[in-house]
């Protein structure tokens, strides 16, 4: 599966941004979905995850709890990151991922399909 993400950029803190990430070459029906982010010089940190269900069980990392939101939608092989509330230390390269599980988790290892990455940058 292929992974592609977009709808980063610059943004004043408080901001919003929206994260889209497709998927093509097979459906994610089945698999749980990630959002991970990484600064420069900092190792690849966990945001949020989905279960495979539309409407599933989520997971946030305690930073983003309140701020951020995952969603998905598997009609169109389609997982989402709305961010509100944006503060300069979210700024970070954002990637997404698909699971080899259904139901979600925060370790990369759990990951296997990453895509490219979107930039995210908050300015204070």
């Known amino acids: 599966v292929q992974l592609q993400a977009s709808g980063g950029g610059l943004v004043q803190a408080g901001g919003s941004l929206r994260l889209s990430c497709a998927a093509s070459?097979?459906?994610?029906?089945?698999?749980?979905m990630g959002w991970f982010r990484q600064a420069p010089g900092k190792e690849r940190d966990f945001v949020a995850a989905?279960?495979?269900?539309?409407?599933?069980?989520?997971l946030y990392a305690d930073g983003v709890k309140g701020r951020f939101t995952i969603s998905r939608d598997n009609g169109k092989n389609t997982v989402y990151l709305q961010m509100n509330g944006l503060k300069p230390e979210d700024t970070a390269v954002y990637y997404c991922?698909?699971?080899?599980?259904?139901?979600?988790?925060?370790?990369?290892?759990?990951?296997?399909?990453w895509g490219q990455g979107t930039l995210v940058t908050v300015s204070s």
């Open positions: 991922a698909a699971s080899v599980y259904s139901l979600p988790g925060r370790t990369t290892t759990e990951y296997h399909h």
């Open positions: 070459g097979r459906t994610i029906t089945n698999n749980a």
């Open positions: 989905i279960s495979w269900r539309n409407t599933g069980s989520t």
